[in-house]
T-cell receptor
């Protein structure tokens, strides 16, 4: 079984400050990890993924995430937040041996960036 | 840039009626999925489809639901005898194979309202 936890329903940050959105996962094998963003009344947009290799992955819009195997975490980060980053962020995981190829999503974290 | 398209964007139906939600996945993708999201909350997996058959389905995807790829481009979700609790945003997604496996591309969603 595969699962994802996003412990924060909402993260508030001031524009220009660094942001972190937390994610922990559970899989039986090696994980494939993803972050998606959802703007109001829109679909999910892919931000970045970790498959293998360097633990720090960089993605769209200046976001990055760090894979930590010992802590089973994949926190999303950005050095300097923008008001336009305000959205709903979803972490997702797939066990590399998952036959159906499907992603399991966390509950989502609403990011509010204030001017 | 290729994208997943979904129709209709919004459908209102009476309880007990059947609805069909349509999706056109990205043309060279081989895996197709349906997810749903209730009231902007958690994104829940329904079903994955590969090589003209269901590869995995969740507990939500019971006999009320079915999927079909009637031709080379469309992927449909049929919901029979709709219930109030079927009201949700339904997202179609597709993904490729090989190195791109796991990165899902989502459509903008079809909002289903059951009255």
């Amino acid at each position: 079984a595969q699962s994802v936890a996003q412990p924060e329903d909402q993260v508030n940050v001031a524009e220009g400050n660094p942001l972190t959105v937390k994610c922990t996962y559970s899989v039986s094998g090696n994980p494939y990890l993803f972050w998606y963003v959802q703007y109001p009344n829109r679909g999910l947009q892919f931000l970045l993924k970790y498959i293998t290799g360097d633990n720090l992955v960089k993605g769209s819009y200046g976001f990055e995430a760090e894979f930590n195997k010992s802590q089973t975490s994949f926190h999303l980060k950005k050095p300097s937040a923008l008001v336009s980053d305000s959205a709903l962020y979803f972490c997702a995981v797939r066990d590399m041996f998952n036959a159906g190829n499907m992603l399991t999503f966390g509950g989502g974290t609403r990011l509010m960036v204030k001017p | 840039e290729p994208e997943v398209t979904q129709t209709p964007s919004h459908q209102v139906t009476q309880m007990g009626q059947e609805v069909i939600l349509r999706c056109v996945p990205i043309s060279n993708h081989l895996y197709f999925y349906w997810y749903r999201q209730i009231l902007g909350q958690k994104v829940e997996f329904l079903v994955s489809f590969y090589n003209n058959e269901i590869s995995e389905k969740s507990e939500i995807f019971d006999d009320q639901f079915s999927v079909e790829r009637p031709d080379g481009s469309n992927f449909t979700l049929k919901i029979r005898s709709t219930k109030l609790e079927d009201s949700a945003m339904y997202f179609c997604a597709s993904s490729g194979t090989g190195a791109n496996t796991g990165e899902l591309f989502f459509g903008e969603g079809s909002r289903l309202t059951v009255l």
